[in-house]
């Protein structure tokens, strides 16, 4: 770990010039991966922001009948929130699927979508890494690449996201509220994670003096058909080798809207407004569910360790959307698949 | 007075170990500590050219930067940086000796600050240029280069020519991964400069006295100089046996600086130490269609360092099983690139026996037979090897209580016949078998006249239960109650302690125990017999007892002399006994533990995910001092086989030689959520023909065979056969004869 | 024969030490005022300024739970708490958890003796502390609620059942306490 400073930031506001002063600097809100990082010596902000006592706490209903949720609220508080355990029980059931208990209690909001890849080279400064060392080439597409990404890669980087929460936040297609120099902006969630193209070092479009404030929740939150089912290697406390949040709104026998998102498989929470929009209309039932699993993973690419991911994922997405239409969603502390 | 030997008896280290004031090894705070940051070779092979340590020394508070350079003088013979574990013959790896890298993860410098976040942060400004050059990491690359080691298992009759006669023939290849010990506190070191040349250290080691004479060698020191500790060691599994790298880096430190220092290593840099090796194992089985052995052939080749030949008993372990009038063993070692692979929780047993109760459940199908019975079929009352009966056996007892408690007799044989709603079922058994060593230890007991009793040996609690067991073995011993008696341990100016590993540790410190106690009466006895009037006069030895506080005459408490009474008429204000455990060679049997391990798998069909929801672990093992601690021994051993046979594996990227999960997040063990339930039980195995006391050990026997008894539930759950180590979702999926073909050749044929 | 240059690389950066910060916190009910550099864990506070060596380090990384102690009444892992964002905080430790009583023994530390729920100790306070944090959660109902929330505490020595064992004991001896 590097010998950075450290300072407070007052108030939104001030942590927008402070970052703006320091092009090295970074905020620090759970720490829970930023600190790991900079123990690995692979983040060395030369100073820290602390954030936490910014006002971004708050967990409350929108005008338009959403839920606006502060950049700063725990994890666990967010899972366990009342408004999101009855009207948003994706995103609690996602929240849950992640890490454990002791870092929900410590990883903010905002913090969650700006974790970085958990990709083995990305961690291991030893090699090669076009995320972590822009140029310096990507060790996972010709290495141990078995949890690495099989949907929008590109030649630089096969990384993936790590986080359970945005897998959820993009079903449900949150907007992503942000402070800089220039004022506030929103970011619809799809929007927020970046592929890695050639610039791999680059997550997310939040640009390097922004600060994320806040995460909005539209009105329509699936309670009623949903599920998010994670896979992996372990049954608790592992990163996902895919999983699926699934969202149905059924009425009269047949999806009337439907939302799709996968984790583990690449660079961003991965949606297919395609493979939604074949389930819109239809009666729900698995030739229906196997159709929109097909066309999310028509271009998916597997490499040496991770094709099998491509059948997992079709099958994870067949049966998450079944555990959705039937209103039995996977309930995270129950290990076997519903 | 009722025995503590065989009750469930807490740990009388409980409440130290629940309040936090047991102290490991890293854990010394001590005026003046400097901290040690390791910097490690990112290089496989190759010489180090150059290491720039000016930006690192320009840090404020930095110390020291040592390296092969400028560190204090070491020894330069091999025989020097040997210890009681060494494989023999070899050249034991040396830290900071020279500029060769001989494994990736070497440590190469140790860089010293007054705090560990300044030596942690100048480790990373340490510069290093090195010579690089070409490396050989991957034992698939090697299989042809490897050499067959000597083993003692000789071969029985024409393993070949039966097994080419066979009614039926299985063969098939079984690999088992890298897999590291990650004993969840780090290896760490704090030595302590005492001014006079002399040292105190405090390792992380499962053997003081090993460690003792390791630095005496290396650095030239005299015994009566050199105090190592290790009052608690938070698990070690083996890593421990033998000395880590962290002492010695320490101990350069605290000669250089003259002061002390601690070295605590990252979980990262424990991928530098030890492991199990990565083997394959090639088994080939004849039987007779009515489930006869004829022939049994087991071929093991394992990795190893160029500098040191590490093998294990993974082959001959059919000839305590099963009868076979035919067999051949064969080891080979394929040298590579890599630090020298160690002893591993029942190391030999838990990767041999995993292949050759897989090829027998495998045989079993192939005969359409019930596994559980073909083992009953091929039983063995006699070592084969030797011919020699065992001490105890009560293996056949293993399997029929723990196929009761398990309701083995409700099992469908057909694969993918069981289900529960989504998950196919899977019924697996296996059995277990391993040594039942002992080993010469000495103990010393120290009376006074308070009636308070101190037993004390060298030897290290890793989390087995020495602690508790010397305490009741010796309040039997000495009728007294156990919250009356200290242990202590972890001392090397304590008496005479091998290290703690084999599981051997419980029987042979129970002997030394005993006859120590037994010293201690005949001078009770003896200068109560001076006493006037004493109701003791004329009684022998072996016609009295210590209990309850008194020595008394046997099945006569009315002629009894409080012990407080004797000491203080005899004016005798304290008694040490020390002796060894003394055991009588017995060369006319076999002496092993067994067990029967029945587990219970749940396969989700369409997407794999493996549970094991239930495990049945039967085990003979002598007699249990402990059924609390002993239970927990074999529980352990169960959730290690269940890790074994679904999580583990080191994943090494051969290109840099490097293990790419070097933490414990994606290194990959068993967590809360992986262990459901898991049943032990103890089958009575009275055994009076290995010690007096019939004690055996549980240390290793608990996971023998639990990762065959899971993949044979695997298979029987889903119809794949999963030979290659750990067995993770995408096997399962695996396009038949594809992905295991290579390693996992298998076919069973019928004449 | 190639070469190779490994750790660094070249760096541009200072080799000052960060300047020190003074904070309070309320360790184990007692009032502590430190000067603390930003790059000092709450863990390598606790263990090599406090003598706290109760809490452990097992991974430094958050993935193992052995650092696991209570920061206000929450569970967190201490190895990836900076102590300096901590101002005005109130940690327990395994020391602390039986209200400082050196004596006394919290409902949890009598349980794992108990179902012995432990080997070799290393993990245990960070259990401990983790199935205090657990219990005042209110969360867990059932024995799969309980592995699915201890996860994130790993115990080599695999005393799992027994530390499942445990917890369920002692959230019965104190009566659903929050």
């Not at chain 1, 929460?165 to 120099?181: D, I």
């Not at chain 2, 110390?63 to 560190?71: A, K, M, P, Q, W």
């Not at chain 2, 156990?482 to 290290?499: E, F, M, N, R, W």
């Amino acid at each position: 770990m590097n010998n950075f400073a450290y300072s407070r930031a007052a108030d939104v506001a001030d942590a927008v010039r402070q970052i703006a002063a320091d092009r090295n600097a970074k905020f620090i809100a759970g720490g829970t991966n930023l600190i790991d990082l900079m123990k690995y010596d692979v983040e060395r902000p030369v100073r820290l922001i602390d954030i936490t006592r910014l006002p971004l706490r708050a967990v409350e209903e929108t005008r338009d009948g959403g839920v606006r949720v502060g950049a700063l609220v725990p994890n666990s508080d967010l899972a366990y929130h009342p408004l999101i355990e009855a009207r948003y029980p994706l995103l609690a059931s996602a929240i849950l699927a992640g890490a454990s208990a002791q870092l929900r209690n410590m990883a903010s909001t905002g913090g969650n979508l700006l974790q970085r890849t958990r990709c083995l080279y990305f961690y291991d400064t030893a090699t090669p890494c076009n995320k972590r060392e822009p140029g310096s080439g990507c060790s996972a597409i010709n290495g141990i690449n078995r949890t690495n990404a099989i949907l929008g890669t590109s030649e630089a980087c096969i990384a993936t996201h790590p986080s359970d929460m945005c897998v959820a936040l993009a079903a449900l297609e949150a907007t992503v509220h942000v402070a800089g120099p220039s004022g506030e902006r929103c970011i619809d969630f799809a929007d927020f994670h970046r592929l890695p193209g050639d610039t791999p070092d680059r997550d997310t479009n939040l640009e390097s003096q922004e600060i994320i404030t806040a995460i909005e929740l539209p009105a329509k939150g699936f309670a009623e058909n949903h599920s998010y089912l994670k896979i992996r290697d372990r049954l608790s406390y592992a990163f996902a080798l895919v999983s699926v949040a699934a969202a149905l709104e059924i009425n009269g026998g047949r999806i009337r809207d439907a939302r799709l998102a996968l984790g583990g498989v690449a660079h961003k929470p991965w949606r297919d407004r395609e493979a939604e929009a074949l389930l819109q209309g239809a009666v729900p039932e698995r030739t229906v569910f196997a159709k929109a699993a097909d066309r999310l993973l028509r271009d998916a690419k597997g490499y040496a360790h991770n094709a099998f991911k491509i059948d997992l994922a079709r099958r994870a997405i067949i049966r998450t959307l079944a555990q959705a239409a039937n209103a039995t969603p996977q309930i995270q502390s129950v290990k076997k698949i519903r | 007075m009722t025995s503590s030997i065989g009750t469930a008896t807490s740990r009388v280290d409980g409440r130290a170990k629940v309040t936090g004031r047991a102290k490991y090894a890293g854990e010394f705070n001590v005026p003046g500590l400097a901290y040690g940051a390791v910097v490690m070779s990112t290089i496989t092979k190759g010489r180090i050219a150059r290491i720039d340590t000016t930006q690192a020394l320009k840090v404020e508070g930095v110390i020291d930067i040592l390296t092969h350079d400028n560190r204090p003088p070491m020894a330069s013979d091999d025989k020097d940086y040997s210890d009681d574990v060494a494989p023999e013959g070899g050249s034991p790896f040396r830290p900071l000796y020279d500029d060769r890298i001989r494994f990736n993860r070497q440590p190469i410098a140790l860089v010293l600050a007054e705090d560990w976040e300044t030596a942690r942060f100048a480790a990373t400004l340490v510069q290093v240029h090195y010579e690089v050059e070409g490396f050989a990491t991957d034992l698939h690359a090697e299989l042809e280069r490897a050499r067959a080691v000597d083993k003692p298992v000789k071969p029985r009759g024409d393993a070949s020519k039966a097994l080419a006669r066979a009614a039926l023939r299985l063969s098939a290849d079984y690999l088992i991964p890298a897999e590291y010990h990650n004993p969840m506190e780090p290896f760490a070191a704090t030595v302590i400069w005492d001014g006079d040349g002399k040292l105190t250290i405090h390792d992380k080691t499962q053997g003081v006295q090993n460690v003792q004479r390791y630095v005496c060698g290396i650095f030239h020191l005299k015994p009566d100089d050199v105090r190592v500790t290790s009052p608690f060691v938070g698990g070690a599994f083996g890593s421990g046996l033998r000395p880590q790298y962290e002492v010695v880096l320490a101990t350069l430190g605290a000669l250089k600086l003259k002061r002390p220092v601690r070295v605590v290593l990252t979980r990262e840099e424990m991928y530098g130490l030890s492991y199990r090796p990565m083997t394959l194992e090639r088994l080939a089985l004849g039987a007779s269609a009515e489930g006869a052995l004829d022939a049994v052939m087991h071929e093991a080749i394992a990795m190893t360092s160029r500098n040191e030949d590490f093998s294990r008993n993974d082959t001959a372990w059919a000839e305590l099983l099963y009868k076979s009038s035919n067999a051949r063993y064969v080891h080979k070692l394929a040298a590579l690139d890599v630090v020298t692979p160690a002893d591993m929780r029942a190391p030999g047993a838990a990767t041999g026996v995993y292949a050759l109760e897989c090829a027998m459940d495998e045989l079993a199908v192939a005969l359409k037979l019930d596994p559980l019975e073909l083992r009953l079929r091929c039983y063995s009352e006699r070592d084969q090897g030797s011919g020699q009966p065992y001490s105890s056996k009560q293996l056949r007892e293993c399997y029929r209580q723990g196929a009761e408690a398990f309701g083995w007799a409700k099992r469908n044989a057909a694969p993918r016949s069981m289900r529960d709603g989504s998950e196919l079922v899977g019924w697996g058994m296996a059995t277990g078998v391993w040594e039942a060593l002992q080993m010469p230890f000495a103990t010393r007991i120290l009376l006074t006249a308070n009636g308070h009793v101190e037993v004390s040996c060298a030897a290290t609690d890793i989390g087995t239960g020495t602690y508790t067991v010397m305490a009741q073995v010796a309040a039997d011993m000495l009728g007294a109650p156990v919250d009356s008696i200290t242990v202590k341990l972890g001392d090397s100016s304590l008496p005479q302690a091998q290290v703690e590993g084999g599981s051997w540790t419980a029987a042979s410190v129970a002997h030394a125990i005993a006859n120590a106690a037994d010293d201690l009466r005949k001078e009770l006895l003896a200068l109560a017999q001076t006493m006037p009037n004493s109701p003791l006069q004329g009684l022998k030895l072996d016609d009295v007892v210590l209990a309850d506080g008194a020595i008394a005459a046997k099945g006569d408490t009315r002629r009894s002399i409080g012990l407080a009474d004797v000491m203080r008429q005899a004016g005798v204000e304290r008694i040490e006994k020390e002796r060894g455990s003394d055991f009588k060679e017995d060369d006319k049997h076999a002496h092993n533990t067994h067990s029967a391990v029945l587990a219970e798998v749940k396969v989700d069909e369409e997407l794999g995910v493996i549970r094991v929801t239930r495990v049945v672990n039967a085990v003979a093992a002598g007699r249990i001092i402990n059924t609390k601690t002993a239970t927990s021994q074999i529980m352990g051993g169960v959730v290690w086989g269940i890790g074994m046979a679904l999580h583990e594996e080191a994943l090494v990227d051969h290109a840099f030689g490097r293990v790419m999960n070097a933490n414990i997040a994606e290194y990959h063990v068993p967590v809360n959520a992986d262990i459901h339930e898991v049943k032990v039980i103890f089958v009575e195995e009275p055994d009076s023909v290995i010690n007096p006391l019939g004690i055996k050990g549980v240390g290793e026997i608990g996971i023998v065979g639990v990762a065959a008894a899971v993949a044979n539930a695997v298979y029987h759950a889903t119809g794949t056969r999963v030979r290659d180590l750990p067995i993770t979702l995408d096997k399962l999926a695996r396009p038949t004869g594809s992905g295991d073909l290579e390693l996992g050749q298998s076919r069973a044929a019928k004449q | 024969m190639g070469s190779s240059i490994g750790a660094a690389g070249s760096r541009s950066e200072s080799q000052a030490k960060p300047a020190a910060i003074s904070i309070t916190l309320t360790v184990n009910g007692e009032s502590r005022t430190l000067s603390v550099a930003p790059w000092t864990t709450l863990l390598d506070l606790l263990r090599d300024r406090l003598d706290l060596t109760g809490t452990k380090k097992g991974c430094d990384h958050g993935q193992c739970g052995a650092c696991t102690v209570l920061l206000d009444g929450r569970r967190v892992t201490s190895c990836l708490t900076l102590a300096v964002m901590k101002d005005g905080a109130e940690i327990v430790t395994i020391e602390g958890l039986a209200n400082g009583d050196a004596d006394a023994l919290h409902p949890l530390q009598k349980a794992f003796i108990e179902h012995d729920a432990f080997q070799c100790g290393y993990c245990t306070p960070g259990q401990i502390c983790s199935a205090a944090g657990l219990i005042a959660e209110g969360r867990a109902k059932t024995a799969d609620d309980i592995r699915e929330l201890m996860s994130g505490n790993i115990c080599r020595c695999g005393a799992y059942p027994n530390i499942v064992a445990a917890i369920q004991e002692a959230m019965d001896a104190m009566g659903g306490r929050r």
